[in-house]
């Protein structure tokens, strides 16, 4: 899902609602005409247009939340790999040229799986990688350490961290709410741009300036909580955060 593909999602749906509250309009100047009584919002639109405010607040902040935690993660991540590859120093000297190499390209093949996205096929070829460094760099620690037993103590727990954060950063990137909520949230701002119209239709002329506030609004606050629950294939994206395991990186060259 590219960022354009994005985008156009957002503008088909801002029309969408913009063709909504026509609908809403027109339906509500036909009942008007009918039962001249009839005017302003009912209980029952009420009621929805509450829903649908505490369903983008649920969903705007959970979003939000997800968004900072699989922030932290990268920096979590940074400072794990970081240290297991300073614990190595605790090695004997000749185990450490393979593992420190080692290291090195198990981050390079981390920082790959995410730059790869939203490709998913690359991404996880370069997962796959990773996952097979992990077997590599723990073979050769174990080997390494039988010299000197007690670096045990101080290497396997380092590395037993680093390889744990990228389980947890892996199911963190397809940690989303259940489908059906983004659905309904979709579908209860499409009623209510009909309802909403139709409210309007007491006013003997179109407001087409309130019209479109209210269909932009709806449409990007939608739009921005579903670019919060991917932000590696949206605008939003986290690529400008990696830059920290970039920086690690180049101080393991």
Do not use: C
């Amino acid at each position: 899902m590219s960022a354009l593909f994005v985008v156009l999602l957002a503008v088909a749906f801002f029309l969408a609602l913009l063709v909504l509250l026509e609908m809403g309009h027109r339906r509500g100047r036909r009942r008007i005409a009918a039962d001249p009584e009839r005017a302003g919002v009912t209980v029952v639109e009420g009621a929805l247009f509450t829903l649908l405010g505490l369903l983008i607040a649920f969903t705007f902040s959970g979003a939000a939340s997800r968004f900072d935690w699989r922030r932290d993660l990268v920096v979590q991540e940074a400072n794990a790999i970081g240290t297991a590859y300073l614990r190595l120093d605790l090695l004997p000297a000749p185990a450490q040229p393979a593992l420190r190499a080692k290291f090195r390209e198990y981050l390079q093949a981390r920082l790959d799986a995410y730059r790869a996205l939203p490709d998913l096929p690359a991404a996880r070829s370069a997962l796959a990688r990773a996952a097979t460094l992990q077997d590599e760099i723990w073979v050769l620690a174990i080997a390494g350490s039988r010299p000197e037993p007690g670096s045990r103590v101080v290497v396997l727990p380092a590395l037993n961290e680093m390889f744990d954060i990228m389980t947890t950063r892996t199911e963190a990137a397809r940690a989303h709410p259940p489908i059906i909520i983004l659905v309904l949230l979709i579908v209860l701002a499409l009623v209510s741009a009909v309802l909403v119209g139709e409210a309007m239709a007491a006013s003997p002329t179109r407001s087409w300036t309130h019209m479109a506030a209210f269909a932009l609004m709806i449409a990007l606050t939608i739009w921005v909580i579903i670019d919060l629950e991917y932000p590696r294939q949206g605008l939003i994206r986290l690529a400008h955060f990696d830059q920290v395991l970039v920086d690690l990186l180049e101080k393991m060259r």
